[in-house]
């Protein structure tokens, strides 16, 4: 059973097609609303939980910083409240590698959460939270920090559909100089999710998952022309301050505790987004 917070992150026509494709029964509401959560809790009683609401996009938190504190702060309080008064104790968190900020190599479960932009604020707001839930209400979390995904049914405000949209189009698109990234799978994103609640465990403990091969924005639009057959037109802007250079995961510990590990390669991802893109109708 899904949950939809109702959160617009994405066009009509691509919300369903994801309920479509994830074939599971939706119940409608907000995570702002504790009433909704009840009642879905209520209905579905779950063993687990998997929580996926947030409000993304690092750039839109700059210009709307209320809506994320509101969702990826109060919202996830609100879920851990319910859960610990309707006695769900097991949950799994999505974070964001955005928690991390400036980071000169790879980064692993140790280092300082110093988010540079509001998204990774709320978003280690968010984590702190829940660490105290954990020691307050009993309950039991893995939160996963997934690196940027890449694949299928994402979203239109990142990298990949931006650059294909105006590649697609003829247009010049807008790389950011130094800009590296740690492009991983949707399909390596969702098997870590499925890993982490299948086992039981005890406590607080946080995952980095990501590919552990950073790539250039320049190397990403490149495949992404070739793989659409057009003409790439590029011209090169500065990071914004809000976005780190660089992020890059080192994954050991979920290769560890749950088993996970990267399987598709940044080059097959790329592909398969492109292959998707170009078949969808309403584009």
């Known amino acids: 059973?899904?949950?939809?917070?109702?959160?617009?992150?994405?066009?009509?026509?691509?919300?369903?097609?994801?309920?479509?494709?994830?074939?599971?029964?939706?119940?409608?509401?907000?995570?702002?609303?504790?009433?909704?959560?009840?009642?879905?809790?209520?209905?579905?009683?779950?063993?687990?939980?998997?929580?996926?609401?947030?409000k993304p996009g690092v750039a839109e938190a700059e210009e709307k910083p209320e809506q994320y504190e509101q969702v990826n702060v109060q919202g996830l309080e609100n879920v851990l409240e319910v859960c610990a008064e309707m006695g769900l104790t097991r949950i799994v968190h999505a974070s964001s590698s955005s928690v991390y900020g400036l980071c000169a190599g790879q980064m692993d479960e140790q280092q300082a959460l110093e988010p540079l932009g509001r998204y990774g604020q709320?978003?280690?707001?968010?984590?702190?939270?829940?660490?105290?839930?954990?020691?307050?209400?009993?309950?039991?979390?893995?939160?996963?920090?997934p690196f940027t995904l890449m694949g299928p049914l994402g979203r239109p405000d990142m990298a990949p559909w931006k650059f294909a949209e105006k590649i697609s189009n003829g247009q010049t698109i807008q790389l950011h100089v130094g800009a590296r990234r740690d492009f991983t799978s949707v399909h390596d994103v969702a098997k870590a999710f499925a890993l982490a609640i299948e086992t039981d465990w005890k406590g607080c403990e946080?995952?980095?998952?990501?590919?552990?091969?950073?790539?250039?924005?320049?190397?990403?639009?490149?495949?992404?022309?070739?793989s659409l057959g057009r003409e790439l037109r590029f011209e090169r802007v500065d990071l914004p301050v809000y976005m780190p250079p660089s992020t890059w995961s080192n994954s050991t510990k979920a290769k560890q505790r749950i088993g996970w590990r990267p399987e598709v390669s940044f080059a097959a991802a790329v592909k398969e987004f492109a292959q998707w893109y170009v078949q969808q109708p309403n584009l």
């Open 1 to 54: 059973m899904a949950f939809d917070q109702g959160v617009a992150d994405a066009p009509l026509w691509l919300k369903d097609l994801r309920k479509r494709h994830g074939g599971v029964q939706v119940y409608a509401g907000n995570i702002l609303d504790k009433g909704s959560l009840i009642e879905a809790i209520g209905v579905f009683q779950p063993e687990a939980l998997v929580n996926l609401a947030a």
């Open 122 to 145: 709320t978003k280690a707001r968010g984590e702190q939270s829940i660490w105290k839930a954990c020691e307050k209400r009993n309950l039991h979390v893995r939160i996963l920090r």
């Open 206 to 226: 946080a995952f980095n998952i990501g590919s552990e091969v950073p790539h250039g924005a320049e190397e990403l639009a490149r495949l992404l022309a070739q």
